[in-house]
């Protein structure tokens, strides 16, 4: 089930996002780190009404972040449609032991529906250039990669921007 988190909840998502950040490590993807994500940036999320979690089996096993606003590093980035009317997805993250099992496919199924629902015109994102995994993910969706933007805190290479035009 897919749901708004709760506020008692946002150190059990702090954990899964922690344990992706260490999975992802010792993969030699330095996407996610001890600065990102932050328990500030989910509380403001949570307060925001934007930050879903997955249960299965009555339990958080993921989260994803759906919201309006734009981030001013997409500022520069071409997209296929006005920066007027877009959701944009940030720290979607599935607990390593339950990826591979198609629960981020549920997650991004959740947030197109989410966008055609309430009329967005597309859903924009970003993903690690150190992560093929991610944007192999991303790209048989039929999002299309735009550009670059970068993350100084988070890591020395580029964020690839993706964006997915919603379709009624």
């Not at 992706?20 to 600065?35: E, S, T, V, Y």
């Not at 720290?91 to 032991?97: G, K, S, T, V």
């Not at 093929?132 to 970068?150: A, C, D, H």
Request: glycine share 2%.
């Amino acid at each position: 089930m897919i749901r708004l988190a709760k506020k008692e909840e946002i150190l059990e998502i702090l954990a899964i996002t922690q344990a992706c950040a260490k999975d992802m490590i010792l993969r030699n993807i330095n996407q996610w780190n001890n600065d990102y994500p932050s328990k500030s940036a989910f509380e403001i999320d949570l307060l925001r009404k934007e930050l879903y979690v997955l249960t299965f089996e009555e339990k958080i096993i993921g989260c994803i972040v759906l919201t309006p606003k734009i981030d001013p590093e997409y500022l520069p980035v071409e997209w296929l449609t006005p920066s007027e009317n877009n959701l944009y997805v940030h720290r979607l993250a599935i607990h390593p032991n339950f990826q591979g099992m198609g629960f981020a496919q549920k997650l991004m199924t959740f947030a197109e529906d989410f966008a055609i629902e309430n009329y967005y015109s597309s859903i924009r994102l970003d993903t690690f250039s150190k992560n093929p995994r991610n944007q192999k993910f991303y790209e048989l969706r039929g999002y299309k990669r735009l550009g670059e933007i970068y993350f100084p805190k988070q890591s020395e290479f580029p964020f690839y921007c993706y964006e997915w035009l919603c379709k009624k």
